[in-house]
């Protein structure tokens, strides 16, 4: 078992737990104690043959517990017991992600937004990751706590960016925004500027408890703006604390598939969105999906392997997953 694999259990597990209001510290424990795998990487067998499992940042005895059935017998009855009670079985379905052929990741903010990173640390954990390409996507004006960008200072952050590739090599930095679906559907920025930027994700952040069918037009318009490229974290919830919006989902995940506009599985562990689930329902309609950290700084980046098994979960094939294309077939980037 090796400590990405365990990381993903761990993940799950705290996923799991969240559902339960009453089990959300201990769902943020197992949460952390997964990402401090995740990026720590540690010889599972032989801390547990010195029975040092519990010298890994975050993880207590109980978690030491769990981790240790799960390097004796490959499987965590813990886990099992948790899917079974959630109503959220093991499928024979499920799909196999190599996380070795992960080419980068699309949606990541930096100190010109909310991020507690700049740009060039930002690249510099991307490349020493082995990604060949980083989304660069702060936010939109509209949320005035993150600084978002408007036209004139993103004209600037692509002056830095330029600097940020020559000090980076081999990394292609893809500028966009994370840009604010509207009430109405329409987006914080014009069509002028969201043309010229590399990558446009469109999220919805504010006003997620607008009834079904307004949020439902909402959502179809978003799918339906020529310049965007993935709807981010497309319920906007927040497992434990927050319900995602509700709209007719199989009608947006189908005009999503229609106009290849790919949906994401956002792999931080507070948002986890697209469910499982929902990721599923847009599978079958035959939408694409873009899997990533939406890191606000590099350790985030993290979120990818341990949260990867959502897609595994979801049955999606890395054909389907933009982020396993080599930079040349990310066809956002010449749209
Ligand atoms: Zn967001
Ligand atoms: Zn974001």
Not at 108 to 135: N, P, Q, V
Not at 151 to 179: F, M, N, P, T, W
Request: with cysteine; net charge negative; glycine share 8%.
């Amino acid at each position: 078992m090796d400590a990405i694999a365990a990381a993903q259990v761990l993940s799950e597990i705290g996923y799991l737990l969240r559902q339960d209001p009453k089990e959300v510290f201990r769902a943020k424990a197992f949460s952390a104690a997964a990402w401090s795998l995740a990026l720590e990487r540690p010889d599972l067998e032989a801390l547990r043959k010195n029975n040092k499992l519990t010298s890994i940042e975050g993880v207590g005895a109980g978690i030491a517990k769990v981790l240790a059935g799960l390097v004796e017998t490959g499987q965590s009855s813990y886990l099992e017991r948790l899917r079974a009670e959630t109503g959220q079985p093991a499928r024979d379905d499920e799909s196999t992600i190599d996380l070795g052929a992960y080419q980068g990741d699309l949606h990541s903010h930096t100190d010109w937004s909310d991020g507690r990173a700049t740009m060039l640390e930002m690249a510099r954990a991307a490349k020493a990751l082995g990604y060949r390409y980083l989304g660069v996507t702060d936010h939109s004006p509209r949320i005035k706590v993150v600084n978002g960008l408007d036209a004139e200072r993103l004209l600037a952050q692509s002056r830095e960016r330029e600097q940020v590739e020559k000090q980076v090599d081999g990394l292609v930095l893809l500028q966009g925004i994370e840009v604010d679906i509207l009430e109405d559907g329409s987006l914080d920025l014009p069509d002028a500027v969201l043309e010229i930027l590399d990558i446009v994700i469109a999220s919805p952040h504010v006003k997620l408890r607008q009834e079904t069918v307004a949020m439902t037009e909402r959502m179809v318009r978003a799918v339906n703006n020529r310049h965007v490229d993935v709807i981010g974290h497309p319920t906007g919830r927040r497992p434990g604390s927050r319900e995602g919006a509700s709209y007719d989902f199989e009608l947006v995940f189908r005009e999503a598939a229609n106009n290849g506009v790919a949906l994401e599985i956002d792999t931080d562990p507070a948002r986890m969105d697209l469910s499982p689930e929902h990721a599923r329902l847009a599978l079958e309609l035959g939408c694409s999906f873009s899997l990533d950290a939406d890191a606000h700084a590099p350790a985030e980046f993290a979120y990818v392997p341990m949260g990867a098994w959502m897609a595994r979960r979801a049955g999606i094939p890395t054909e389907r997953i933009l982020n396993f294309r080599p930079l040349e077939a990310l066809t956002m980037v010449s749209k």
